[in-house]
């Protein structure tokens, strides 16, 4: 069975930086893309940046220059390195993946991991 481990949120006030990581286990044959989404209060949850398994990196327009996204793919893990973090950053950010099993190809979402900016 498949999960994904989400873990480095936290608080941090405006203009600082937070790293979170994402960690695939399991009966892992390949992994395709990963990414990170994000889901604000009152808000839909929204791609913030993915990562092909050849390392090609795409970025929602509101985070271009302050975040980067890189994965290990000896360690099937993900990370989103956010610097300049501002208050609309505050969300819960979710980890995603495709993920090829002897079961065949899907996606799968971690559990979410909080992540809170102050002014």
């Known amino acids: 069975q498949v999960q994904l481990a989400e873990s480095g949120g936290g608080l941090v006030q405006a203009g600082e930086s937070l790293r979170v990581s994402c960690a695939a286990s399991g009966f892992i044959i390949s992994i395709r893309s990963m990414g990170w989404y994000r889901q604000g209060p009152g808000k839909e949850r929204e791609s913030v940046a993915t990562?092909?398994?050849?390392?090609?990196?795409n970025y929602t327009d509101s985070v271009k220059g302050r975040f980067t996204i890189s994965r290990d793919n000896a360690k099937n893990t993900v990370y989103l390195q956010m610097n300049n973090l501002k208050p609309e950053d505050t969300a819960v950010y979710y980890c995603?993946?495709?993920?090829?099993?002897?079961?065949?190809?899907?996606?799968?979402w971690g559990q979410g991991t909080q992540v809170t900016v102050s002014s």
């Open positions: 990562i092909s398994s050849g390392g090609s990196a």
């Open positions: 995603n993946a495709i993920i090829t099993t002897f079961s065949g190809r899907r996606t799968y």
